[in-house]
């Protein structure tokens, strides 16, 4: 029989076998970890409660943020000395900047921040309307920019600081009957990737967690918890063209609809995985968390490479001598031995040549 695993008890023994690897110095199972302060928004959703659960059975503070208009309070969030239940709009900056005045109103500093707000419309991409689309990337892509320019000022003064951001397989894949969801999950890894490379001089560390399809398995969760089985989803009706029992914009609805609480990840270990990941020396870039996240998205990389390596042949240099060219005869003749293939080379303007840039320009590299 399953027992409940209230905030404050110890996380199950199942959970903490599971441990990153040693690469990034995750804690040590049963050795102290430092006590950190975190903010979850989306805490009141079904991976942030996990996440706030873990947090605070691991003696950290946590303040957990759901979502200003929402008047039901769901039964079950965090009542723990160590939780503040704070509540925002991520689509609106102001809002999300007053979290972070209570939280330093309330705890004096803060470490970790996690996003994990966050929904999609589930529909075809020309089904979605304009206000769905937008409404999308205000919360997933915009809600998540607030969430770090509004701390990240705050973090740099500190020279310290941990950005732990929910993408999902969908910002690696574009899934049919997801299309707009998928496209704001790119922006939001395109946006990250690119940010920790400004920001890592100041040591502020940024790690997208990409969850495969993650049931809810709160113990005693089934029945007296309130969120819908498959949460950050809303499914649109399809209209004619995109109705068919085959028609691929319907695959996401038929996913969801079959796997209600059959999703092969579990929310707990996935919240132990990212507590985890907020307490390691060295994070990843990305945490991958279940196989099909694995398996997913190694496949769409292996189709990326392949069709890389069926369509490199395929280029269209301009020969010397040409209106257009900029390579000099010389040039041409010297780097035809290795190089005449590659259309790159015949891009470059004249004075970007390997001979005449700093050995550091990438433009150099070849
Ligand atoms: N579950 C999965 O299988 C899965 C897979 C891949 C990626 N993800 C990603 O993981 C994240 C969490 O997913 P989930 O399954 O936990 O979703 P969820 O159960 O629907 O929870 C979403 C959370 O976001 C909050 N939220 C939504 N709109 C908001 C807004 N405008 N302002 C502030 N908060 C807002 C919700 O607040 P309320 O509770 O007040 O509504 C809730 O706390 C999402 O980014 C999702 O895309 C999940």
């Not at 029945?223 to 109705?243: C, D, Q, R, V």
């Amino acid at each position: 029989m399953e027992t409940r695993q209230a905030a404050g008890e110890l996380p199950t023994e199942q959970s903490r076998k599971l441990q990153l690897p040693a690469s990034c110095d995750p804690p040590q199972q049963d050795a102290p970890t430092k006590q950190q302060i975190w903010i979850i928004f989306g805490g009141t959703g079904h991976m942030g409660r996990s996440l706030v659960k873990c947090a605070l059975s691991h003696g950290d503070f946590v303040a957990s943020v759901g979502r200003s208009f929402e008047i039901t309070q769901p039964a079950d969030l965090p009542q723990h000395e160590n939780c503040l239940n704070l509540r925002c709009d991520v689509r609106v900056r102001e809002s999300v900047a007053r979290i972070y005045e209570r939280v330093l109103q309330r705890f004096g500093h803060y470490d970790v921040v996690a996003n994990c707000a966050g929904y999609g419309v589930i529909g075809a991409c020309e089904d979605q309307d304009e206000h769905e689309l937008r409404d999308q990337f205000e919360t997933n892509f915009m809600g998540t920019l607030h969430v770090i320019q509004c701390s990240l000022p705050y973090f740099r003064q500190r020279e310290a600081g941990r950005y732990l951001i929910f993408s999902s397989t969908s910002g690696a894949l574009g899934v049919p009957g997801l299309g707009p969801y998928c496209a704001t999950k790119y922006a939001v890894e395109g946006l990250i990737e690119a940010m920790l490379y400004e920001v890592d001089a100041f040591n502020v560390k940024a790690t997208l967690v990409e969850p495969g399809l993650v049931r809810r398995d709160e113990p005693l969760d089934y029945g007296t918890n309130p969120l819908p089985m498959w949460g950050h989803f809303l499914i649109k009706p399809a209209s004619e063209a995109y109705s068919h029992e085959t028609s691929p914009a319907l695959h996401a609805k038929r996913m969801v609809t079959w796997l209600r609480d059959r999703q092969p990840t579990s929310a707990v270990k996935c919240a132990e995985l990212v507590w985890q990941l907020g307490h390691c020396s060295y994070p990843p870039l990305r945490l991958l968390l279940g196989s099909y996240a694995i398996e997913s998205i190694r496949d769409r990389l292996r189709c990326v490479t392949e069709e890389l390596e069926d369509w490199k042949h395929l280029n269209f240099p301009i020969p010397p001598g040409e209106e257009g060219s900029t390579v000099g005869q010389n040039k041409q003749q010297e780097t035809a031995g290795n190089a005449k293939d590659d259309v790159m080379e015949d891009d470059r303007p004249d004075d970007m040549d390997a001979d005449q840039v700093g050995e550091d320009n990438v433009m150099t590299t070849s």
